[in-house]
């Protein structure tokens, strides 16, 4: 009697890890499907890779069923995307392309794409607009000290990197605001206030409108916005009116 109460216990388990496996595993004709040739939809989901963050990673990690999905592509999400790479018969890069996308599966490569937002849309000699469904507010002085321009707007709506450059600072001020630098090459610097989350830390290569966090109040600033500054000379130098830019880059919008 317990050999047969042990025997039927083991086939309830196997059975168990069997629905799981189906559950989280992708299905055969997507399988075949990546191999033969990417499904259209993939190709609207970004190409992931090891440093990457964002909303569209922490899409993959849930699909992935990784237990913490913290939107960060680190070595946990690597390992397993060149697990399921190798189950599928796709070279296991560890970078997640339109065939890895394919063998996920449509609803999980549309929901990346929607979530990835990895560009703005203006774009002006190189340049991107950093805000969407904003208002304009208080530019350079504004009868303060105010060495910025400010875009006031809702709470999570997407800020993009105005120009390329490194991340040289990433966290939070001494006033409790979360901030940004980014500095090119040349050392001319942008920083952006009041974030409500960052997608990049310090060291980050950034491009050109790349999705960098979400709008914000961090700093007890009384209102939801953008402050942006431009230092041509990084923090060793003067401010220069940012204004004049910003709404060159973003009159197509405002």
Same mark, same amino acid.
């Given at each position: 009697?317990? &050999?047969?109460?042990? $025997?039927?216990? !083991? @086939?309830? +388990? #196997?059975? /168990?890890?069997?629905?799981?496996?189906? =559950?989280?595993?992708?299905?055969?004709?997507?399988?075949?499907?990546?191999?033969?040739?990417?499904?259209?939809?993939?190709?609207?989901?970004?190409?992931?890779?090891?440093?990457?963050?964002?909303?569209?990673?922490?899409?993959?990690?849930?699909?992935?069923?990784?237990?913490?999905?913290?939107?960060?592509?680190?070595?946990?999400?690597?390992?397993?995307?060149?697990?399921?790479?190798?189950?599928?018969?796709?070279?296991?890069?560890?970078?997640?392309?339109?065939?890895?996308? &394919?063998?996920?599966? $449509?609803?999980? !490569? @549309?929901? +990346? #794409?929607? /979530?990835?937002?990895?560009?703005?849309? =203006?774009?002006?000699?190189?340049?991107?607009?950093?805000?969407?469904?904003?208002?304009?507010?208080?530019?350079?002085?504004?009868?303060?000290?105010?060495?910025?321009?400010?875009?006031?707007?809702?709470?999570?709506?997407?800020?993009?990197?105005?120009?390329?450059?490194?991340?040289?600072?990433?966290?939070?001020?001494?006033?409790?605001?979360?901030?940004?630098?980014?500095?090119?090459?040349?050392?001319?610097?942008?920083?952006?206030?009041?974030?409500?989350?960052?997608?990049?830390?310090?060291?980050?290569?950034?491009? !050109?409108?790349?999705?960098?966090?979400?709008?914000?109040?961090?700093?007890?600033?009384?209102?939801?916005?953008?402050?942006?500054?431009?230092?041509?000379?990084?923090?060793?130098?003067?401010?220069?009116?940012?204004?004049?830019?910003?709404?060159?880059?973003?009159?197509?919008?405002?």
């Amino acid at each position: 009697m317990t &050999t047969t109460i042990r $025997r039927l216990a !083991a @086939l309830g +388990a #196997a059975a /168990a890890l069997a629905v799981t496996t189906l =559950v989280a595993m992708p299905t055969a004709a997507n399988a075949a499907k990546a191999k033969d040739k990417p499904a259209a939809y993939a190709a609207a989901a970004p190409v992931l890779k090891t440093g990457d963050r964002g909303e569209a990673v922490k899409v993959l990690q849930q699909a992935l069923k990784i237990k913490k999905a913290s939107g960060y592509f680190g070595p946990v999400t690597r390992i397993a995307v060149k697990k399921l790479q190798k189950a599928n018969d796709l070279g296991a890069t560890g970078v997640v392309g339109p065939e890895t996308w &394919t063998v996920l599966g $449509r609803s999980i !490569a @549309l929901e +990346a #794409a929607k /979530a990835d937002s990895t560009f703005g849309d =203006v774009q002006v000699n190189g340049r991107y607009c950093p805000a969407v469904d904003f208002t304009y507010a208080d530019g350079l002085g504004a009868g303060r000290n105010h060495m910025g321009f400010d875009l006031m707007g809702k709470s999570g709506s997407p800020i993009y990197a105005v120009d390329a450059g490194t991340v040289t600072r990433s966290g939070y001020q001494g006033n409790g605001a979360l901030i940004l630098d980014i500095t090119d090459s040349k050392g001319s610097m942008w920083f952006y206030g009041h974030f409500s989350k960052i997608f990049v830390g310090k060291g980050d290569k950034v491009k !050109a409108g790349q999705l960098i966090g979400y709008m914000g109040d961090t700093g007890s600033p009384g209102a939801v916005h953008l402050h942006i500054e431009l230092r041509p000379n990084g923090w060793g130098g003067s401010a220069r009116d940012a204004e004049p830019i910003i709404r060159e880059l973003c009159a197509s919008i405002k």
